[in-house]
């Protein structure tokens, strides 16, 4: 028998208000928020209620509560409402039982309040419903590119996890159609050469930007930053009107110097941040030991700095790869890149093709995004190790 440590009304309370968040994301999917958030703070109270007063083993609650769960969910919305339902029942076992015994301060030190414990854990709530909120769109994406028919909706074979439903039809068409070939094609010439000329110009800049002697040198940051501050669609109008004088309107170099452009304000950000913990005493001791300031850079400063360096780089290759404002401006008939394409795609034809497109596009991101957070841990590991 488990020894609960908490009174019944906080544990039932606490279960109501994580219930009708569950019940508000239900209820709103099937139609009606408002139904689903009495609902579910109902029937998560009473649950608390429930298994505190019976008191069975925790192992037999928990997993009880999901396969009960899992039933309601499988008899309402058939496979898939079964999976929901299993997880939503797991986590409310393990809620109760967590908040009953008195488990959540275990981790904090024991002089907190009941304020700061409420607090604490408040935040990592919004944090986590923020979270949802954001990624939910794409979790949904991805499953879609996946169905068999030309719908933008889950159909009743996928629903049941019936395989007809499911095919590979659009990635086929995504590889093979000429104009998505192209679009990538273009993508692919113009975003690695853009992100060169951002790495190249912006490590120079923040480097000269981050001697204390340069004059008005804060002026100048903004000025190089300003194209990640103004709307872009006033940066690409202005591009236009000034590209159109020299002749870079519908032209390659014209796209890959604005998208440059776009990129060069990422690099400067991440170099200099990793310049702050830069230090000087090494070049210094560099020159005194007779190497000039190149040897000095690409020996000493460039391999400190080279996680920034690619993390700016990395930035500016997804702000080539996935921009499609300036493309509309810039661009021709001869360059759309893969994003134009995608967005031709939703104003003319909707066709599921573009789902397959973005999940693509999202599995690259991600690839990208955890070999920045990788190389921001050796940043700081470099850092750590530089003398002080």
Known sequence: MTKFKRPLSFVASTAAAFGAFAGLLVGTAQGSGLIGLVAGATLAALLAALIMLANPPERVARW???LLAAVAGFWSGGPMGGVIGALFGWFFGWLIYWLATNRYRAHLVPY???GQVLWHYTFRVICGAIFIFLITPILVVIPLSFNAEDFFTFTPEMLRFDPDGYSLK???DFLTNPEWTSAVWNSIRIAPLATLISVTL???AAIGLSQSHVPGRRTIMAILISPMIVPLIISATGMYFFYSKIGLVGTYWGVVLAHAVLGIPFVIITVTATLVGFDRSLTRAAANMGADPITTFFRVQMP?????????GLFAFITSFDEVVVVLFLGSAELQTLPWQMFTGLREQISPTILAAATILVTISVLL?????????RSERLRGMSPG
């Not at 400190?304 to 700016?312: N, W």
């Open 64 to 66: 009880g509560l999901a």
């Open 112 to 114: 907190l309040t009941s």
């Open 170 to 172: 659009h990635y086929r």
């Open 202 to 204: 912006g490590t120079l």
């Open 304 to 312: 400190l700095i080279l996680p920034g360096v690619i993390s700016g």
């Open 369 to 377: 995004l955890t070999s920045l957070e990788l190389l921001r841990r």
